[in-house]
Protein backbone atom coordinates (compact mmCIF):
# COMPACT_ATOMS: atom_id res chain seq x y z
CA UNK A 1 0.00 0.00 0.00
CA UNK A 2 2.71 2.28 0.69
CA UNK A 3 4.41 1.96 -2.70
CA UNK A 4 1.02 2.79 -4.80
CA UNK A 5 0.30 5.50 -2.74
CA UNK A 6 4.07 6.99 -3.12
CA UNK A 7 3.59 6.17 -6.87
CA UNK A 8 0.09 7.96 -6.87
CA UNK A 9 1.49 10.97 -5.22
CA UNK A 10 4.53 11.55 -7.80
CA UNK A 11 2.02 10.81 -11.04
CA UNK A 12 2.06 14.09 -11.89
CA UNK A 13 5.47 14.61 -11.28
CA UNK A 14 6.19 12.01 -13.90
CA UNK A 15 4.03 13.30 -16.46
CA UNK A 16 5.43 16.78 -15.96
CA UNK A 17 9.07 15.61 -16.22
CA UNK A 18 8.61 12.54 -18.85
CA UNK A 19 7.32 15.15 -21.74
CA UNK A 20 9.27 18.94 -21.33
CA UNK A 21 12.77 18.23 -20.48
CA UNK A 22 13.89 15.74 -22.66
CA UNK A 23 11.91 17.84 -25.66
CA UNK A 24 14.06 18.63 -28.98
CA UNK A 25 12.43 21.10 -31.33
CA UNK A 26 10.84 19.04 -34.02
CA UNK A 27 8.94 19.68 -37.12
CA UNK A 28 5.86 18.04 -37.76
CA UNK A 29 8.12 14.75 -39.47
CA UNK A 30 6.20 14.72 -42.42
CA UNK A 31 7.01 11.61 -44.97
CA UNK A 32 5.16 10.44 -48.04
CA UNK A 33 5.35 7.34 -49.58
CA UNK A 34 3.93 5.41 -52.84
CA UNK A 35 2.19 1.69 -51.27
CA UNK A 36 2.40 -1.15 -53.05
CA UNK A 37 -0.77 -0.54 -54.46
CA UNK A 38 0.03 3.14 -56.12
CA UNK A 39 -1.59 4.92 -53.73
CA UNK A 40 0.30 7.43 -51.53
CA UNK A 41 0.13 7.43 -47.62
CA UNK A 42 1.02 10.39 -45.53
CA UNK A 43 2.36 10.50 -41.99
CA UNK A 44 3.09 13.36 -39.72
CA UNK A 45 3.81 13.88 -35.98
CA UNK A 46 1.22 15.28 -33.06
CA UNK A 47 3.81 16.91 -30.71
CA UNK A 48 3.16 16.23 -27.01
CA UNK A 49 2.10 19.69 -26.35
CA UNK A 50 -0.66 20.07 -28.94
CA UNK A 51 -4.09 20.87 -27.73
CA UNK A 52 -6.19 17.88 -27.38
CA UNK A 53 -8.38 19.72 -30.19
CA UNK A 54 -6.04 19.83 -32.70
CA UNK A 55 -6.86 19.00 -36.49
CA UNK A 56 -4.97 18.73 -39.65
CA UNK A 57 -5.40 19.38 -43.10
CA UNK A 58 -3.60 17.29 -45.92
CA UNK A 59 -2.67 19.60 -48.69
CA UNK A 60 -1.59 18.24 -52.45
CA UNK A 61 0.38 20.11 -54.91
CA UNK A 62 0.61 18.64 -58.56
CA UNK A 63 3.38 20.93 -59.59
CA UNK A 64 5.23 24.11 -59.58
CA UNK A 65 2.83 26.60 -59.60
CA UNK A 66 0.00 25.03 -59.45
CA UNK A 67 -2.61 25.54 -57.05
CA UNK A 68 -2.71 23.50 -53.70
CA UNK A 69 -5.63 20.93 -53.05
CA UNK A 70 -6.87 19.68 -49.82
CA UNK A 71 -7.26 15.87 -49.55
CA UNK A 72 -9.45 16.35 -46.54
CA UNK A 73 -12.89 17.05 -46.99
CA UNK A 74 -12.91 18.09 -43.14
CA UNK A 75 -9.77 18.31 -40.39
CA UNK A 76 -8.61 14.91 -39.33
CA UNK A 77 -8.68 15.28 -35.83
CA UNK A 78 -8.52 10.66 -34.70
CA UNK A 79 -5.30 10.45 -35.95
CA UNK A 80 -1.84 11.90 -37.72
CA UNK A 81 -2.00 9.42 -41.56
CA UNK A 82 -4.21 9.50 -44.52
CA UNK A 83 -4.12 7.96 -48.13
CA UNK A 84 -3.86 9.59 -50.92
CA UNK A 85 -6.08 7.22 -52.61
CA UNK A 86 -6.27 9.18 -56.36
CA UNK A 87 -1.91 10.19 -56.22
CA UNK A 88 -0.98 11.99 -59.37
CA UNK A 89 2.39 12.14 -60.42
CA UNK A 90 5.40 14.44 -59.13
CA UNK A 91 2.85 15.29 -55.99
CA UNK A 92 3.84 17.47 -53.16
CA UNK A 93 2.33 17.06 -49.73
CA UNK A 94 1.87 19.80 -46.76
CA UNK A 95 -0.12 19.83 -44.23
CA UNK A 96 -1.79 22.88 -41.79
CA UNK A 97 -3.43 22.78 -37.92
CA UNK A 98 -6.47 23.58 -37.62
CA UNK A 99 -8.03 25.00 -34.30
CA UNK A 100 -11.90 26.07 -34.13
CA UNK A 101 -12.10 26.21 -37.45
CA UNK A 102 -8.81 27.91 -38.29
CA UNK A 103 -5.86 27.29 -40.15
CA UNK A 104 -1.98 27.60 -38.89
CA UNK A 105 0.72 28.01 -40.83
CA UNK A 106 1.56 25.26 -43.57
CA UNK A 107 4.21 22.83 -42.79
CA UNK A 108 7.40 22.09 -44.94
CA UNK A 109 6.43 20.54 -48.41
CA UNK A 110 7.77 16.70 -48.54
CA UNK A 111 8.03 15.16 -52.33
CA UNK A 112 7.04 11.58 -52.56
CA UNK A 113 9.48 8.62 -51.24
CA UNK A 114 9.05 6.01 -54.33
CA UNK A 115 9.44 3.12 -52.41
CA UNK A 116 9.37 -0.44 -53.97
CA UNK A 117 6.33 -2.67 -53.64
CA UNK A 118 8.42 -4.56 -51.42
CA UNK A 119 10.29 -1.75 -49.31
CA UNK A 120 8.63 0.92 -47.99
CA UNK A 121 11.94 2.89 -46.71
CA UNK A 122 14.05 6.08 -46.97
CA UNK A 123 17.24 6.02 -48.63
CA UNK A 124 20.27 7.40 -47.10
CA UNK A 125 23.31 6.90 -49.93
CA UNK A 126 26.81 6.68 -47.98
CA UNK A 127 30.11 8.18 -49.20
CA UNK A 128 31.14 4.05 -50.57
CA UNK A 129 29.89 1.16 -50.63
CA UNK A 130 30.41 -0.01 -47.09
CA UNK A 131 28.17 -0.95 -44.03
CA UNK A 132 27.77 0.56 -40.83
CA UNK A 133 27.98 -0.71 -36.93
CA UNK A 134 26.10 2.27 -35.36
CA UNK A 135 23.22 5.06 -36.08
CA UNK A 136 22.95 7.79 -33.84
CA UNK A 137 19.36 10.14 -34.55
CA UNK A 138 19.71 13.35 -33.18
CA UNK A 139 18.77 17.47 -34.90
CA UNK A 140 22.43 18.51 -36.14
CA UNK A 141 21.86 21.95 -37.73
CA UNK A 142 18.86 23.15 -35.79
CA UNK A 143 16.41 22.64 -38.59
CA UNK A 144 13.83 20.48 -36.36
CA UNK A 145 14.45 16.95 -38.37
CA UNK A 146 16.47 14.01 -37.16
CA UNK A 147 19.90 13.92 -39.11
CA UNK A 148 21.98 10.90 -38.83
CA UNK A 149 25.46 9.81 -37.23
CA UNK A 150 26.64 6.51 -38.38
CA UNK A 151 30.40 4.54 -37.34
CA UNK A 152 31.42 2.48 -40.01
CA UNK A 153 33.16 0.22 -40.98
CA UNK A 154 31.06 -2.74 -39.78
CA UNK A 155 33.67 -4.44 -38.37
CA UNK A 156 33.70 -5.51 -34.48
CA UNK A 157 36.60 -7.04 -32.13
CA UNK A 158 36.14 -7.72 -29.01
CA UNK A 159 38.57 -7.65 -25.52
CA UNK A 160 37.74 -11.06 -24.26
CA UNK A 161 41.05 -12.92 -25.24
CA UNK A 162 39.70 -16.06 -26.23
CA UNK A 163 39.98 -17.69 -29.63
CA UNK A 164 36.83 -16.22 -32.03
CA UNK A 165 36.56 -12.66 -30.05
CA UNK A 166 39.10 -10.47 -30.36
CA UNK A 167 41.27 -9.96 -33.75
CA UNK A 168 43.31 -7.04 -34.86
CA UNK A 169 41.40 -4.03 -36.30
CA UNK A 170 41.61 -3.80 -39.88
CA UNK A 171 41.37 -0.06 -40.15
CA UNK A 172 40.11 2.91 -38.20
CA UNK A 173 36.49 3.77 -37.40
CA UNK A 174 35.11 6.75 -38.45
CA UNK A 175 32.15 8.46 -37.60
CA UNK A 176 30.00 10.11 -40.36
CA UNK A 177 27.23 12.43 -40.07
CA UNK A 178 24.28 12.83 -43.12
CA UNK A 179 21.39 15.49 -42.99
CA UNK A 180 17.44 14.63 -42.86
CA UNK A 181 17.49 14.23 -46.75
CA UNK A 182 20.44 12.64 -47.07
CA UNK A 183 23.51 15.09 -47.59
CA UNK A 184 27.15 14.08 -46.25
CA UNK A 185 28.33 16.86 -43.60
CA UNK A 186 31.49 15.45 -42.56
CA UNK A 187 33.86 12.70 -41.20
CA UNK A 188 35.75 12.21 -38.21
CA UNK A 189 38.57 9.87 -38.07
CA UNK A 190 38.60 7.65 -34.62
CA UNK A 191 42.38 7.08 -34.95
CA UNK A 192 44.11 3.75 -34.14
CA UNK A 193 43.81 4.54 -30.43
CA UNK A 194 40.91 3.69 -30.64
CA UNK A 195 40.24 -0.52 -31.58
CA UNK A 196 37.92 -1.48 -33.78
CA UNK A 197 35.03 -2.92 -31.66
CA UNK A 198 32.18 -1.67 -29.85
CA UNK A 199 33.74 -1.43 -26.48
CA UNK A 200 36.80 0.62 -27.11
CA UNK A 201 35.07 3.46 -29.51
CA UNK A 202 31.54 4.39 -27.64
CA UNK A 203 30.14 8.08 -29.25
CA UNK A 204 26.41 8.91 -28.29
CA UNK A 205 24.85 12.25 -29.68
CA UNK A 206 22.41 15.19 -27.95
CA UNK A 207 22.05 18.24 -27.68
CA UNK A 208 23.64 19.22 -24.51
CA UNK A 209 24.41 22.77 -23.93
CA UNK A 210 20.70 23.49 -25.23
CA UNK A 211 21.55 25.52 -28.47
CA UNK A 212 18.98 23.50 -30.57
CA UNK A 213 21.86 21.52 -32.03
CA UNK A 214 23.55 18.30 -31.18
CA UNK A 215 26.73 18.00 -30.41
CA UNK A 216 28.87 14.38 -30.91
CA UNK A 217 30.67 13.20 -27.39
CA UNK A 218 33.35 9.78 -28.29
CA UNK A 219 35.93 8.33 -26.40
CA UNK A 220 39.41 9.28 -28.12
CA UNK A 221 42.90 9.04 -27.67
CA UNK A 222 46.12 10.00 -29.18
CA UNK A 223 48.53 8.82 -32.20
CA UNK A 224 48.86 5.13 -32.68
CA UNK A 225 49.57 3.17 -29.51
CA UNK A 226 48.97 -0.59 -30.56
CA UNK A 227 51.58 -2.82 -29.42
CA UNK A 228 53.07 -5.53 -32.05
CA UNK A 229 49.75 -7.51 -31.43
CA UNK A 230 48.05 -4.95 -32.22
CA UNK A 231 46.21 -4.17 -28.71
CA UNK A 232 46.01 -0.82 -27.77
CA UNK A 233 47.13 -0.98 -23.71
CA UNK A 234 48.25 2.24 -23.16
CA UNK A 235 48.43 6.14 -23.88
CA UNK A 236 46.43 9.12 -23.29
CA UNK A 237 42.55 8.27 -23.64
CA UNK A 238 40.22 11.39 -23.72
CA UNK A 239 36.60 12.18 -23.73
CA UNK A 240 36.28 14.53 -27.16
CA UNK A 241 33.34 16.73 -27.44
CA UNK A 242 32.40 17.07 -31.56
CA UNK A 243 30.51 20.06 -33.51
CA UNK A 244 27.68 18.36 -34.68
CA UNK A 245 27.67 20.60 -38.12
CA UNK A 246 31.64 20.14 -38.46
CA UNK A 247 32.89 17.57 -37.07
CA UNK A 248 35.47 19.31 -35.40
CA UNK A 249 36.79 18.37 -32.57
CA UNK A 250 36.66 21.24 -29.95
CA UNK A 251 36.94 20.29 -25.78
CA UNK A 252 38.30 17.20 -24.57
CA UNK A 253 38.82 15.92 -20.93
CA UNK A 254 40.56 12.87 -19.62
CA UNK A 255 38.46 9.56 -19.86
CA UNK A 256 38.32 7.67 -16.66
CA UNK A 257 41.86 6.00 -16.32
CA UNK A 258 42.29 1.74 -16.56
CA UNK A 259 44.03 1.81 -13.03
CA UNK A 260 42.29 -0.40 -10.47
CA UNK A 261 41.49 -3.63 -13.29
CA UNK A 262 42.12 -7.03 -13.49
CA UNK A 263 43.22 -7.09 -17.15
CA UNK A 264 42.82 -5.59 -20.48
CA UNK A 265 39.39 -7.59 -21.17
CA UNK A 266 37.90 -5.37 -18.12
CA UNK A 267 39.31 -1.79 -18.72
CA UNK A 268 38.33 -2.27 -22.56
CA UNK A 269 34.57 -2.14 -21.81
CA UNK A 270 33.53 1.90 -22.08
CA UNK A 271 30.04 3.58 -22.40
CA UNK A 272 28.46 6.55 -22.66
CA UNK A 273 25.10 7.88 -21.71
CA UNK A 274 22.88 10.68 -20.82
CA UNK A 275 20.49 11.52 -17.93
CA UNK A 276 18.37 14.31 -16.55
CA UNK A 277 20.29 13.72 -13.12
CA UNK A 278 18.59 17.07 -11.49
CA UNK A 279 15.24 16.59 -13.63
CA UNK A 280 15.67 19.62 -15.87
CA UNK A 281 19.24 19.86 -17.85
CA UNK A 282 20.57 16.38 -19.61
CA UNK A 283 23.96 15.55 -17.87
CA UNK A 284 26.95 13.30 -19.87
CA UNK A 285 27.71 9.89 -18.22
CA UNK A 286 31.06 8.13 -19.00
CA UNK A 287 31.25 4.69 -17.81
CA UNK A 288 34.08 2.44 -17.75
CA UNK A 289 33.78 -1.22 -17.09
CA UNK A 290 31.58 -4.26 -16.75
CA UNK A 291 33.18 -7.28 -15.30
CA UNK A 292 35.26 -6.05 -12.68
CA UNK A 293 35.34 -2.56 -11.37
CA UNK A 294 33.11 0.24 -12.93
CA UNK A 295 33.95 3.83 -13.08
CA UNK A 296 31.01 6.79 -13.55
CA UNK A 297 31.96 9.92 -14.07
CA UNK A 298 28.60 13.20 -14.26
CA UNK A 299 29.07 15.88 -16.34
CA UNK A 300 26.61 18.57 -16.55
CA UNK A 301 25.86 20.86 -19.64
CA UNK A 302 29.43 22.70 -19.41
CA UNK A 303 31.29 19.64 -19.18
CA UNK A 304 32.02 20.33 -15.60
CA UNK A 305 32.19 17.33 -13.26
CA UNK A 306 29.25 16.78 -11.13
CA UNK A 307 29.95 13.52 -9.46
CA UNK A 308 32.22 10.52 -9.47
CA UNK A 309 31.63 7.06 -8.56
CA UNK A 310 33.75 4.11 -7.92
CA UNK A 311 32.23 0.41 -7.12
CA UNK A 312 34.83 -0.26 -5.01
CA UNK A 313 33.40 2.61 -2.52
CA UNK A 314 30.77 1.02 -1.89
CA UNK A 315 30.03 -1.40 1.57
CA UNK A 316 27.83 -3.94 -0.84
CA UNK A 317 29.68 -5.67 -3.82
CA UNK A 318 29.09 -3.08 -6.81
CA UNK A 319 31.67 -4.61 -9.05
CA UNK A 320 30.87 -6.26 -11.50
CA UNK A 321 26.96 -5.53 -12.01
CA UNK A 322 27.34 -4.01 -14.92
CA UNK A 323 25.02 -4.94 -18.39
CA UNK A 324 26.35 -4.03 -22.24
CA UNK A 325 24.82 -0.64 -21.59
CA UNK A 326 23.86 1.90 -19.64
CA UNK A 327 20.20 3.25 -19.48
CA UNK A 328 19.05 6.35 -17.70
CA UNK A 329 15.06 5.86 -16.12
CA UNK A 330 13.23 8.03 -12.96
CA UNK A 331 13.00 4.93 -11.10
CA UNK A 332 12.48 6.06 -7.79
CA UNK A 333 9.49 8.61 -8.96
CA UNK A 334 11.49 11.52 -7.89
CA UNK A 335 11.71 13.39 -11.20
CA UNK A 336 14.81 12.82 -11.39
CA UNK A 337 16.68 10.00 -13.66
CA UNK A 338 19.15 7.32 -11.80
CA UNK A 339 21.68 5.18 -13.99
CA UNK A 340 20.64 1.53 -14.57
CA UNK A 341 24.17 0.14 -14.77
CA UNK A 342 22.97 -4.00 -14.90
CA UNK A 343 21.75 -5.07 -11.69
CA UNK A 344 23.04 -2.57 -10.04
CA UNK A 345 21.59 1.20 -9.80
CA UNK A 346 22.73 4.76 -9.15
CA UNK A 347 20.99 7.47 -7.50
CA UNK A 348 21.02 10.76 -8.93
CA UNK A 349 23.39 11.95 -6.86
CA UNK A 350 26.29 9.68 -7.58
CA UNK A 351 25.57 6.91 -4.64
CA UNK A 352 24.64 3.73 -5.14
CA UNK A 353 20.81 3.03 -4.58
CA UNK A 354 20.56 -1.01 -4.48
CA UNK A 355 22.55 -3.74 -6.45
CA UNK A 356 21.15 -7.44 -6.85
CA UNK A 357 24.76 -9.18 -6.47
CA UNK A 358 23.34 -12.93 -7.02
CA UNK A 359 24.74 -16.01 -5.90
CA UNK A 360 27.62 -16.46 -8.59
CA UNK A 361 31.21 -15.43 -6.17
CA UNK A 362 32.50 -13.14 -8.78
CA UNK A 363 29.95 -11.24 -11.17
CA UNK A 364 26.46 -10.31 -11.37
CA UNK A 365 26.85 -9.41 -14.89
CA UNK A 366 23.31 -9.58 -16.83
CA UNK A 367 23.25 -9.48 -20.49
CA UNK A 368 19.49 -8.66 -20.71
CA UNK A 369 18.41 -5.61 -18.99
CA UNK A 370 15.22 -3.42 -19.58
CA UNK A 371 13.43 -0.98 -17.73
CA UNK A 372 10.08 -0.15 -18.55
CA UNK A 373 6.41 -0.26 -16.98
CA UNK A 374 6.13 -4.03 -17.82
CA UNK A 375 3.63 -5.09 -15.33
CA UNK A 376 1.20 -2.11 -15.34
CA UNK A 377 -0.13 -3.08 -12.14
CA UNK A 378 2.54 -3.04 -10.22
CA UNK A 379 3.22 0.64 -9.00
CA UNK A 380 6.15 1.82 -10.90
CA UNK A 381 8.87 0.77 -13.49
CA UNK A 382 10.24 -2.81 -13.94
CA UNK A 383 13.14 -4.08 -14.84
CA UNK A 384 13.76 -7.87 -16.74
CA UNK A 385 17.20 -9.69 -16.00
CA UNK A 386 18.90 -12.26 -17.47
CA UNK A 387 22.21 -13.40 -16.17
CA UNK A 388 25.10 -14.33 -18.23
CA UNK A 389 26.62 -15.63 -15.42
CA UNK A 390 25.25 -19.28 -14.18
CA UNK A 391 22.26 -18.98 -11.30
CA UNK A 392 20.87 -21.36 -9.24
CA UNK A 393 17.66 -20.09 -9.54
CA UNK A 394 16.54 -16.53 -10.55
CA UNK A 395 18.79 -16.37 -13.87
CA UNK A 396 15.24 -14.96 -15.60
CA UNK A 397 13.65 -12.55 -13.45
CA UNK A 398 11.76 -9.19 -13.04
CA UNK A 399 12.37 -6.64 -10.07
CA UNK A 400 10.96 -3.98 -8.72
CA UNK A 401 13.16 -1.14 -10.43
CA UNK A 402 12.78 1.42 -7.28
CA UNK A 403 14.40 -1.39 -5.08
CA UNK A 404 15.94 -4.26 -6.50
CA UNK A 405 12.89 -6.60 -4.98
CA UNK A 406 12.53 -9.46 -6.84
CA UNK A 407 9.18 -9.98 -8.36
CA UNK A 408 9.16 -13.09 -9.89
CA UNK A 409 12.03 -15.23 -11.04
CA UNK A 410 12.69 -18.92 -13.00
CA UNK A 411 13.08 -21.01 -10.13
CA UNK A 412 15.57 -23.64 -11.90
CA UNK A 413 19.10 -23.42 -12.65
CA UNK A 414 20.17 -21.16 -15.56
CA UNK A 415 24.04 -21.54 -17.32
CA UNK A 416 24.38 -18.48 -19.88
CA UNK A 417 21.53 -16.34 -20.71
CA UNK A 418 23.05 -14.50 -23.53
CA UNK A 419 22.03 -11.74 -26.22
CA UNK A 420 19.33 -9.07 -25.60
CA UNK A 421 16.15 -10.72 -24.57
CA UNK A 422 13.24 -9.08 -26.01
CA UNK A 423 10.46 -6.94 -23.87
CA UNK A 424 7.40 -5.96 -25.30
CA UNK A 425 3.47 -6.29 -25.48
CA UNK A 426 3.37 -8.65 -28.64
CA UNK A 427 0.27 -10.16 -27.03
CA UNK A 428 -2.60 -9.11 -26.66
CA UNK A 429 -4.67 -11.15 -24.05
CA UNK A 430 -2.26 -10.24 -21.23
CA UNK A 431 -1.78 -7.54 -19.36
CA UNK A 432 1.77 -5.75 -20.04
CA UNK A 433 4.61 -6.49 -21.66
CA UNK A 434 5.72 -9.97 -22.13
CA UNK A 435 9.23 -10.92 -21.12
CA UNK A 436 11.64 -13.12 -23.01
CA UNK A 437 15.12 -14.79 -23.32
CA UNK A 438 17.27 -17.26 -23.97
CA UNK A 439 20.55 -19.28 -23.00
CA UNK A 440 23.37 -19.64 -25.56
CA UNK A 441 24.78 -22.92 -24.78
CA UNK A 442 22.14 -25.37 -23.16
CA UNK A 443 18.89 -24.38 -25.15
CA UNK A 444 16.20 -23.04 -22.19
CA UNK A 445 14.13 -20.63 -23.53
CA UNK A 446 11.82 -18.43 -21.63
CA UNK A 447 8.49 -16.94 -22.57
CA UNK A 448 6.98 -15.16 -19.61
CA UNK A 449 3.76 -12.89 -18.96
CA UNK A 450 4.23 -9.36 -17.16
CA UNK A 451 2.69 -11.34 -14.02
CA UNK A 452 5.78 -13.79 -14.50
CA UNK A 453 3.26 -17.27 -16.08
CA UNK A 454 5.90 -19.62 -18.35
CA UNK A 455 3.86 -19.22 -21.53
CA UNK A 456 6.44 -20.39 -24.29
CA UNK A 457 10.13 -22.22 -23.92
CA UNK A 458 10.25 -22.34 -27.25
CA UNK A 459 13.07 -19.95 -29.01
CA UNK A 460 11.52 -16.89 -31.15
CA UNK A 461 13.92 -16.54 -33.73
CA UNK A 462 16.84 -15.73 -32.30
CA UNK A 463 18.03 -14.68 -28.67
CA UNK A 464 17.64 -11.09 -29.75
CA UNK A 465 14.26 -10.72 -31.67
CA UNK A 466 13.70 -6.84 -32.27
CA UNK A 467 9.76 -5.50 -31.23
CA UNK A 468 8.49 -2.35 -33.15
CA UNK A 469 4.92 -0.77 -33.21
CA UNK A 470 4.53 -1.39 -36.85
CA UNK A 471 0.58 -1.98 -37.45
CA UNK A 472 -1.14 0.26 -35.33
CA UNK A 473 -2.39 -1.15 -32.29
CA UNK A 474 -1.46 -1.62 -29.04
CA UNK A 475 0.98 -4.42 -29.43
CA UNK A 476 4.16 -4.33 -31.10
CA UNK A 477 5.16 -6.83 -34.23
CA UNK A 478 8.10 -8.33 -34.43
CA UNK A 479 11.56 -8.29 -36.91
CA UNK A 480 12.23 -11.94 -36.90
CA UNK A 481 14.76 -13.45 -40.22
CA UNK A 482 13.97 -10.41 -42.03
CA UNK A 483 10.54 -10.08 -41.89
CA UNK A 484 8.27 -7.79 -39.86
CA UNK A 485 5.35 -9.69 -38.41
CA UNK A 486 3.17 -10.24 -35.79
CA UNK A 487 3.92 -12.26 -33.02
CA UNK A 488 2.67 -16.34 -34.50
CA UNK A 489 0.71 -13.55 -37.03
CA UNK A 490 0.64 -11.79 -40.10
CA UNK A 491 3.98 -10.72 -42.07
CA UNK A 492 3.69 -6.90 -43.09
CA UNK A 493 7.17 -6.22 -44.27
CA UNK A 494 10.62 -7.80 -45.78
CA UNK A 495 13.26 -5.68 -44.80
CA UNK A 496 16.80 -5.95 -46.11
CA UNK A 497 20.36 -5.53 -44.09
CA UNK A 498 21.90 -5.64 -40.60
CA UNK A 499 19.26 -3.65 -37.85
CA UNK A 500 21.00 -1.24 -36.35
CA UNK A 501 18.81 1.36 -34.62
CA UNK A 502 14.77 1.42 -33.53
CA UNK A 503 12.86 4.85 -32.89
CA UNK A 504 9.78 6.66 -34.09
CA UNK A 505 11.88 9.06 -36.05
CA UNK A 506 10.15 10.21 -38.72
CA UNK A 507 6.48 10.06 -39.54
CA UNK A 508 3.40 9.75 -36.79
CA UNK A 509 4.07 7.88 -33.39
CA UNK A 510 4.70 4.43 -34.88
CA UNK A 511 8.65 2.99 -35.03
CA UNK A 512 10.96 3.29 -37.68
CA UNK A 513 13.60 0.39 -37.84
CA UNK A 514 17.10 1.52 -39.15
CA UNK A 515 19.05 -0.45 -41.13
CA UNK A 516 22.69 -0.81 -42.56
CA UNK A 517 22.92 -2.40 -45.68
CA UNK A 518 26.04 -1.88 -48.17
CA UNK A 519 26.46 1.76 -49.18
CA UNK A 520 23.57 2.73 -47.52
CA UNK A 521 21.17 3.55 -45.05
CA UNK A 522 17.27 2.59 -44.85
CA UNK A 523 15.06 3.66 -43.04
CA UNK A 524 11.90 1.59 -43.33
CA UNK A 525 8.69 2.71 -41.73
CA UNK A 526 4.99 1.44 -41.85
CA UNK A 527 2.12 2.94 -44.28
CA UNK A 528 -0.83 1.04 -42.24
CA UNK A 529 -3.22 3.57 -41.93
CA UNK A 530 -3.88 3.69 -38.06
CA UNK A 531 -7.21 5.20 -36.41
CA UNK A 532 -4.98 5.37 -33.16
CA UNK A 533 -3.17 8.94 -32.19
CA UNK A 534 -0.39 9.46 -30.21
CA UNK A 535 1.80 11.76 -29.40
CA UNK A 536 6.07 11.22 -30.94
CA UNK A 537 7.53 9.12 -28.73
CA UNK A 538 10.96 10.92 -29.05
CA UNK A 539 8.76 13.52 -26.72
CA UNK A 540 9.49 11.09 -23.96
CA UNK A 541 12.58 11.55 -21.77
CA UNK A 542 13.11 7.66 -20.82
CA UNK A 543 12.61 6.81 -24.72
CA UNK A 544 14.62 9.37 -25.68
CA UNK A 545 17.59 8.93 -23.65
CA UNK A 546 17.00 4.82 -24.94
CA UNK A 547 17.53 6.21 -28.63
CA UNK A 548 20.40 8.33 -27.80
CA UNK A 549 22.15 5.35 -26.31
CA UNK A 550 21.59 3.31 -29.01
CA UNK A 551 24.84 4.56 -30.22
CA UNK A 552 26.70 2.27 -28.37
CA UNK A 553 26.60 -0.81 -26.17
CA UNK A 554 24.24 -3.73 -27.19
CA UNK A 555 21.25 -3.17 -29.24
CA UNK A 556 18.77 -2.16 -26.10
CA UNK A 557 15.35 -0.94 -27.50
CA UNK A 558 13.88 2.07 -26.29
CA UNK A 559 11.23 1.80 -23.70
CA UNK A 560 9.16 4.33 -22.48
CA UNK A 561 8.95 5.74 -19.51
CA UNK A 562 5.83 5.27 -16.24
CA UNK A 563 3.97 8.53 -17.54
CA UNK A 564 4.70 7.93 -21.41
CA UNK A 565 2.90 4.17 -20.95
CA UNK A 566 -0.17 5.66 -19.14
CA UNK A 567 -0.99 8.11 -22.28
CA UNK A 568 -0.81 5.00 -24.47
CA UNK A 569 -4.65 4.51 -25.53
CA UNK A 570 -5.73 1.34 -26.78
CA UNK A 571 -4.78 1.16 -30.28
CA UNK A 572 -7.31 -0.19 -33.26
CA UNK A 573 -6.25 -1.20 -36.18
CA UNK A 574 -7.85 0.57 -39.43
CA UNK A 575 -10.21 -1.70 -41.39
Same mark, same amino acid.
Given at each position: ???? %??????????????? *???Q?R????????????????? @?WR?? !????????????????D???A??? *?????????????????????????T?R??K????????G????S???????????????????A??????D #????????????????????G??????????????N?????M??Y??????E???????????????????????K???????D?? #??????????V?????????????? =? +????????????????L?????????P????????Y???K?????????L?WR?D????????????????R?A?? &??? /??????????V????G??? =??? +????P?????D????????? &??P????F??????Q?K?G???????????????? @?? *????????????????????????????HG?????????????S??????S????? =????A????????????????V???? %?????A????I /??????????????????????????R??????D??Y???????????F? =???????? *? !??????????
Amino acid at each position: MERH %ARFAAVIGVLFACAG *TSAQERLDRGLVALKTADGKVYV @GWRLW !ADDPKDIAFNVYRKAGDGQAAESL *TTEPISHCTNCVDQSPVPDAKYFIRTVRAGKEGEASPVVGVTDASAKATCVRVKLQGDYGFQKCALADLDGD #GRLDYVIKQPDFNTDPYQHPGYWKKSEDTYKIEAYNHDGRFMWRYDMGWSIEAGVWYSPYIVYDLDGDGKAEVYAKAGEGDPRDEK #GLVTSGAEWLVKIDGLTGKATRKLP =W +PDRSGYASYNYWSRNMLAVAYLDGKRPSLIVQRGTYDVIKVEAYDPDLKLIWRWDSRSEKQRYNASGSHGTRAADV &DGD /GRDELVLGSSVLDDNGRGL =WVN +PMSHPRSSHPDVCSVGDIDP &DHPGLEIFYGYEVDQPKHGVCLVDAATGQNLWGFD @GP *TYHVHGFGMVADIIAGHPGQECYAGEKDHGQYFLYTAKGERIGSEKIDSLSPRAIW =WDGDAQKELNLAGKIQQYRGQVYESI %AGSAVAIADCI /GDWREEILTSVPGELRIYTTTIPTDTRRACLMQDRQYRLGVAAVSMGYFY =WPQLSLAG *T !ARFPEGRRAQ
